[in-house]
Structure formats: C-alpha cells, structure tokens
C-alpha cells in the first residue's frame, strides 16, 4: 500500500505518459522515465515529463505482495512472488541501485525436504540413492531418477536429433536456435517445437506414467502443462532444477516495487489508487492538445463511482492477458474486436492459475514450530500430489516465537479444488479481498500473548489480505499432516490467502501457447499498432515468464524502442541480453 497515492481530482489532466498499472512493469518504467536519460526529446517540455501511474486497486506491486502477519514483525510472509534468480541482472542491478538488500532464499535440506507422492513418503535426496523406486508405472530406464534428471535427459534427446550436442550457454543462444528445432519421431515427427504442445512432446519421450512424474514431483503443475515446447525446454532446465541459486530481498520481496514507486514520486511522477481505466481513444478535436483520451472511473465508492477524462501522447499499459481483456474494446485500437491480429497476440500466452493459503502457528512453550521439533524443517519446501501441493517453511520470529507457513502453494488443476471453498469470486472486491460472505465462514482467529483481535484486524487491513475460509483450512491442516506423516498438528492463530486467478490478474503467472511465433509476437505486443503510441509491457508477453525479470526486460526493451531511452549503464551491464 502506498501512504502517498491519491484519487483524481476534477481538473483537467494533460500527461506525455499515462502508464496503467502499478505493478513492477509499470512502476519500473514510470521510475526510468523519470531518471534516466534520452537520445531525442520525447515529452511536450524539454526539461521534464508529466506522467501519472493508475492503479484500479489501493496496493502496489501487482503480483508481489509481501505480509507481515501480525505477531511476527521479523518475518515476511509472501502472499505473492518471493524470489529470483542470480542471472536475473535488472533484478540485481536495480536491488544494488535502489539499496535494497538481497539475501539468499534457501530452499532447504534436501536430507530433510518431503516428497509425498502416491502415498509414498521420502526425502528429497533419496531420488539418487542406488535401489529407490518411487510408485509411478515408468520405463525401467527412467526409474529411480531426480525429475531434474529426466529433464535434462530428454531436453538433451531434442537437442541432439537437431544436430545440437551441446545447451546454449545463454537466453540469447536459445534463442538463435528455438526456430529451427524440430521434433523428431512419434506423431508429430518433423513438426516444428514451437507447434508441439509440451504435454504432447513429454507423453512421446516418456510415456503417461513419465508424464505424471514430472507432473507431479516438480511441485509445479504449470511447468508440464501443454504450453509451447520449444519456450519450454530452458525453462525446465533452468529456472527451476532444485540445485539453483535463489535470492530474495530484506524486508519482503515486493520492496522492490516499494522503492521504485518512492523513487518515482520523488522525482514529481504521480500515484492515482482506485482508479481504473474503462477505455481509451483519440482525442475529440478542441478538448486537448494530447493525442490519447481514457476514460479512468474512480471507485473508491463503489456506490458512486465517477469517470474522469485524462488526456496523454502516449500510454503504457503494463497489465496482464486478463487485464487487457477486461478493457472497453470499442476504440480504434480494439476496434471492438475487429482488429484480428491484437486479438490473435492476445491470446498467445495461457493465464495459469496460482493459489496461496499462509498459516501462522504459536505453541505455549515452544521456541520451535511443530514442523521443525517433528520433521527436522527449518527452511525450504516440501511437495505432494495432494491438493494443497507444496509448502514452504517461512521462518520464526524470535520476538514473538510465532512461525509462518505457506501451507498450500498450488497451481492448475488442483486451484479448483480450493476455489470451491471460498466466496464466489463476484463476492470479492477488484484485488480478491472478501466483502461479502454468501455463507461462507471465514477463520475465526485466535489471539496469543501479545496480539489482541485487534492487531489482528489492523494487520488485515494494513496489508490488505483476509482470513481464509473456515473449511480451506481444515482441509490444508488435514494434508499436512498426511505430508508429513503426523498424528496431529495444532491450529493456527491466524490465516491469510489469495487466489490469483481472480480478475484483473487472470493467473499468477503465464505460458506462451504452442502454434506462436514468439519472436515475432514479442515485439508486436510492446507495440501493437505502428502509427500509435499504445505500448504493453509486463512478465505475460515476455520470455521470462513467472519472474520478474520478465516484467522488467519488456518495459526496458520498450522504453529503449519507443521512447529513445538510453542503457542505463551506471547499474546494467551494457551486453546483457534484454530477449526478443
């Protein structure tokens, strides 16, 4: 939440750049708008910009969102993304630029980590031990194998019937190569992989019970869906082998979005909460001198929402597929639908469901939680093919001897399983906060030495989250003592969760669809009319998707392409590949 955002007022607003969403994509190019430097003028004064960032929500960040539950000061519950990657380089660069703090995001003991699988319960480095054989029908040859092990074998398999016997060593190596490879036996034999489903080439190399391993031993159902294979070859043996080096920042992971909206509005950049593009056009001849009119409805009443005319040259729309899809699409840039090739690029990348369901736990004399005393888990994650999928050991204030978990972290097919449990999603508010119950019983929360109810409720209100139903977290505490092998575990004091797949967001993260040209939908989306200054930018239309440094590789590409920005040398190495 930002203390400085404010509502729009009644006069006339004129920008050289109205920027919709206050995610990081948006945040990050408002903030280099402002900061950096430009090979030809760009704005309607040679000395400044006007810009104004606007956010349907009260919260920043988009997708990030960090959480202090309350009783726990020293400890960061993230609600949304938590981490990247030491290649990622804005991320690092801007966390050293903006002096945030980076800290490593452990992922745990692989002696200790939990798998749970067709009932089968072992620990993470068993997979390699000489004689292990887990529950699933596969191939002898692939049988008592790390999941990270089959990847690389069969990415290995493509890449070698292409005359490739050696992994690019980089992004921009892939690349080069991601056109030109083919598949090379089965049903879609000489088929190109960017027209392969990656399920379809999965079930050729492994069968269905080699599907389902991967599938569910990855902790990720997303990563096996049938998405574009060849976009999905480096990312399964890259971004998420359980060897990578993950990193996080002090003080919550959407800090990062924090600083660059403070930065921002330092510099004169403006901040409008709960304001909500309903559509955009031309300008009518005699209102303005600015080439674009939104149309931003303010709905900071509900009950008596009111639309306002903002005038802008140009517009960034840094916002997901669902999003964009939520817009008015009678105007010139839709053209109500008509405009056939938008539409087609809209729907290149799948919105992939995400849901998170965090629990704080406090026990009398304790100094250690139920899952570190029982199962020897201080840190990491822990997978199952139960519904609630992965959990991740936050950590434990020492203050309070309280301790977070993220008791369900899971994706897909098994969201709809949660998704029954709460409020129908008409009942929820723009950013998925419940309003209104429909009989549904949240958790009651219980208070603990230290925390009254209403430190509870002012934690909710602060960081805007709400307690999770009554019976999701009956069903999350049954499978986690199912996962971890207990008799009983005891209740939490407090809750919270988010279902991403509410509107505007549309999923926590997105897949490039199989059957697209993404080296040419990728510069088509940042700007998708030539003789228009509309721009999209965001981690959806990127070739790092579910990170951030998606997000910011496309609104720097975007910035640099379309508004003559120079590189910003003094904390981006200068060759870093910015994609496609």
Known sequence: ???????????????????????????????????????????????????????????????LFSIRLPGMPNVISELGAKRFMAHHE???????????????????????????????????????EPGFHSRFFIDPTYDGKHPDDLFDELVDNVLRANNHHERPKDRRGWDVIKPTLKYYKGPDRGARLQDIGFWNLLIDQMGHEGYELLAQASGYYSNTINWNAAEAL????????????????????????????????EM???????????????????????????????????????????????????????????????????????????????RSVSGQPAFKLIMGFYESGQSKPWWSRQRGLNCGRSITDLPMRQCYYFGTDPEFGTSSLLASYNDMRTVGFWQSL?????????????????????????????????????????????????????????????????????QPYTTAYKNWNHNPYGGGYHAWKACYDVASTMPYMRQPLKNEAIHICGEAYSDQQAWVEGA????????????????PCAWLRPTYYLGR
């Open 1 to 63: 939440m930002n203390d400085h955002a404010t509502l729009i007022k009644s006069e006339k607003l004129e920008l050289d750049v109205a920027i919709v969403g206050a995610g990081v994509s948006g945040l990050y190019s408002g903030w280099r708008l402002l900061s950096g430097h430009f090979e030809k003028q760009v704005g309607r004064h040679a000395d400044h910009l006007d810009i104004g960032i606007f956010e349907m929500s009260n919260r920043i960040g988009g997708r």
């Open 234 to 265: 480096p990312y399964v043996v890259g971004d998420f082998m359980c060897d990578n080096s993950y990193r996080t920042i002090e003080g919550g992971f959407d800090q990062i979005a924090l600083q660059l909206c403070k930065r921002y509005q």
């Open 422 to 490: 709460e409020p129908p999603s008409n009942d929820c508010e723009v950013d998925g906060i419940v309003q209104e119950y429909q009989g549904v019983e949240l958790y009651q929360p219980r208070v603990i030495p230290g925390i009254t109810q209403h430190d509870i409720k002012e934690s909710e209100s602060m960081y805007q989250y709400s307690q999770a139903p009554q019976r999701m977290v009956a069903h999350a505490l049954a499978q986690l003592k199912e996962l971890h092998g207990l008799d009983s575990i005891p």
């Open 552 to 567: 910011l590789c496309t609104a720097e590409k975007m910035l640099q392409e379309h508004f003559s920005m120079q590189w």
């Open 90 to 128: 804005i991320m690092n660069g801007l966390v050293n630029h903006l002096n945030l703090t980076s800290i490593p995001f452990s992922m745990g003991d692989k002696t200790k980590n939990l798998y749970y699988l067709r009932r089968q319960r072992f620990c993470e480095d068993q997979w390699r």
């Open 268 to 346: 004169g950049g403006r901040l409008y909460a709960q304001s909500k593009l309903v559509n955009f056009d031309h300008t009518p001849s005699g209102e303005s001198d600015c080439r674009y009119r939104l149309v931003i409805r303010d709905i900071s009443n509900p009950a008596q929402p009111q639309e306002h005319y903002i005038y802008a040259n140009r517009i960034i729309l840094a916002m997901p597929r669902r999003a964009l899809e939520l817009l008015n699409c009678d105007n010139f840039f839709f053209d109500s639908g008509h405009n056939h090739q938008l539409c087609h690029s809209l």
